[in-house]
């Protein structure tokens, strides 16, 4: 006996798992190196989709269905390894979400964390728990747990971003809620940038008092953050398996800005080629500017602007720019930190 095999089978003890099976037993023997295996081991796959032809198929959705009748017109990324699953990873989802001009997607609120990554377009407005922000490519955008939330494009052209939930990770634990709240808007009462204004500058109230785990920041504009990294990148500092990587966090402690997503964003150097990584949090990347090619496992994707691609957990990555690149990144590391469960190993294939 091992944990790589199992036990030899005989017919007495063939006939002896007949037998507890009809009273919903079953040999741990028997599964016991397939369920605790000696690495991560899953059906999730390294995959890449192209932007171009994604938006094609959206704008064709959005002849065919309204943002209102979807309640959220949004083709899901399905990892080719759990097709049906409505699974980008294990414990996570993606979906492209497309808003046309004059649309408006209804509010409702879920126990799922949700996080926008806009693509494409520019000048539509979500409106989180009573205050609307602008939406612009690049930026980071979070719908905490059971808040309202209703998308609008007053804009004239089409919005496209990418959501990411937690929706695999909530239905494990059988704690999946939501409702809708019978009006397509949600009443305004605060104005646009109140929460920069109170969060987003090293400040908080003094009367400030914490609710729920999220950050109370739910737009992180592109615009600060490229700033943000062209001011390190002076410094000269690259970390050799990320370059310059920057987790997105709650100011109100300093943790990741989602309960149970870790948001990222990193800057790669035009020729800079990043040393072998393995980490036990599979993670969504989307390019954001310039172009190069990422090595997973033994299989190469090269990228552009907007495209989408997944590193399955354990799996040795290497990115290459080959121009100045910012990619945009979220795994489920701050919930396998809190189990206490994650894993990295650094310059190894």
């Known amino acids: 006996m091992s944990l790589t095999e199992a036990p030899q089978t005989t017919p007495e003890r063939q006939a002896y798992y007949a037998k507890i099976d009809g009273q919903n037993f079953s040999a741990l023997w028997n599964v016991l190196s397939g369920i605790i295996t000696p690495a991560p081991k899953s059906a999730c796959q390294p995959y890449l989709w192209e932007f171009g032809p994604a938006r094609d198929l959206l704008m064709e959705a959005g002849s065919l269905i309204t943002a209102k009748e979807a309640e959220r017109r949004v083709l899901i990324l399905e990892n080719p390894g759990m097709r049906g699953q409505s699974r980008i990873t294990t414990s996570l989802y993606a979906g492209l979400q497309l808003v046309l001009p004059g649309e408006v997607a209804p509010a409702h609120r879920h126990s799922q964390s949700a996080l926008r990554f806009v693509m494409d377009g520019g000048g539509a407005c979500t409106a989180v728990n009573g ?20 998308h609008g494009n007053e804009s004239d052209r089409p919005m496209i971003w990418m959501d990411g939930l937690d929706i695999p990770m909530l239905s494990f634990y059988d704690a999946s809620f939501a409702e809708g709240l019978g009006e397509d808007v949600q009443a305004i009462t605060k104005p646009v940038g109140d929460s920069m204004a109170r ?149 190894t294939h």
């Open 131 to 150: 205050e609307r922000t602008l939406m612009e490519v690049g930026d980071f955008v979070i719908t905490p747990p059971n808040a309202w939330h209703d």
């Open 199 to 347: 969060y987003g500058a090293n400040l908080l109230p003094v009367d400030f008092e914490r609710k729920g785990l999220a950050s109370p920041l739910f737009n992180y504009p592109y615009a600060r953050t490229r700033e943000a990294l062209e001011a390190m990148r002076r410094r000269d500092e690259w970390d050799p398996c990320h370059g310059l990587k920057m987790h997105y966090i709650n100011p109100a402690d300093g943790g990741s800005a989602m309960p149970t997503i870790s948001p990222f964003v990193q800057l790669l150097p035009k020729g800079f080629a990043t040393a072998a990584y393995r980490s036990t949090d599979a993670t969504v990347f989307t390019v954001v500017e310039g172009t190069g090619r990422t090595t997973i496992g033994t299989t190469t994707y090269h990228w552009k602007p907007k495209d989408i691609f997944v590193v399955p957990s354990w799996h040795s990555v290497i990115h290459e720019a080959s121009e100045d690149a910012v990619l945009f990144s979220y795994s489920d590391r701050v919930a396998q930190q809190k189990l206490g469960i994650w894993r990295e190993a650094r310059g």
